[in-house]
């Protein structure tokens, strides 16, 4: 009677394990992906439609900077 309680615990832990911790992170890891790819895609679609706003984000600008935007430094002691 005793080792029949014992089994019928370890089942139902068992069981407790399967449905509530492995189910539940397959499902999750599954929609993660699903979400990541679509993202990935959405992405890629936005580079092909606009290939130009990534180069020029590229390039550095080449302006002089304004004298007057600069403080002359002193050394303090």
């Given amino acids: 009677m005793f080792k029949l309680l014992i089994e019928l ?3 139902y832990l068992l069981y407790k394990f399967i449905f509530e911790l492995v189910i539940p992170i397959f499902r999750t890891t599954r ?22 706003s990534h180069e020029s984000a590229a390039k550095p600008t080449a302006s002089k900077p304004k004298s007057d935007d600069y403080i002359d430094f002193e050394e303090i002691k």
């Fill in 31 to 52: 929609q993660v992906r699903k979400k990541m790819n679509e993202f990935q895609q959405n992405m890629n679609k936005q580079a092909e439609n606009n290939p130009t």
């Fill in 9 to 11: 615990f370890l089942f």
